[in-house]
């Protein structure tokens, strides 16, 4: 039997990259996605040096013309993880709508159109979704209005389809990770230049900032969030909810009682089945 296919969205670094890597080394035939290939260097190293090739594709998710593109051709997809993103910093008085929407098209509106390109090839393969989220879909964050809005909605969204997607044989999970030590962080501008903008706002954002800078340096690394995504992925049954940490745990668990999405999943499956 060939392997099982997958399609990872944002494998150029981070916890994309060590994803597709970890999932290459579990058997699987990756799919590796990112909106400009000529930023594939890292990954294929990282294959290279773990014995392992990757198939390397281009994908925005923003664009549905590259999605159709992406996935035209294939014959089967087991399985998709929604990983591409990016980080916000900002808060609404000092930004305009358009970059709050810029966010949410990214964060959210890009899962969606990858996801429905997707799900015909996982109805038949009976394969599953997975989608990297964030704590900050569950808790709102200070200075993270936007990305929390755009995680929220991820949140919400997939939850509300998991149970619809059971009934066709779909798995959907979340994963939510807290501080990662990778690129994000630097591709959101934490920098004290962001300071010289914030007006009244700015003692606070000089608190928030030593407090994230504080965070990320005890951050949990890729390859142990990878290493959890490929667990969902070899999974028989996998849960719905995946908090990647001690820390993600406890920060999330002053909200969720319900760890694992277990009881949740069980109240709305029963109003589809």
Known sequence: MSAKTVLITGTSSGIGLSTAVAAARSGWHVIATMRDTTKAGALLAAAEEAGVTVEVRALDVTDPASVEACLAGLDRLDALVNNAGAGHVGTLEQESVEDVRAVMEVNFFGVLHVTKAALPLLRASKGRVLTVTSVGGVIGQPFNEAYCAAKFAVEGFMESLAP???????????????????????????????????????????????RTRDAFAHAQTPQDVAAQMVELLDAERPVFRVLTSDVARAFAGTKLKDLDGSAVQTLTNSWVA
Do not use: M
């Not at 990662?180 to 501008?189: D, H, I, Y």
């Open 164 to 210: 619809v997607a059971a009934t066709a044989g779909v798995h959907v999970s979340v994963v939510e990770p807290g501080a990662v030590a990778s690129e994000f962080v630097s591709n959101v501008g934490l920098s004290d230049d962001v300071l010289e903008q914030a007006g009244p706002y700015a003692p606070a954002l000089s608190h928030y900032l030593d």
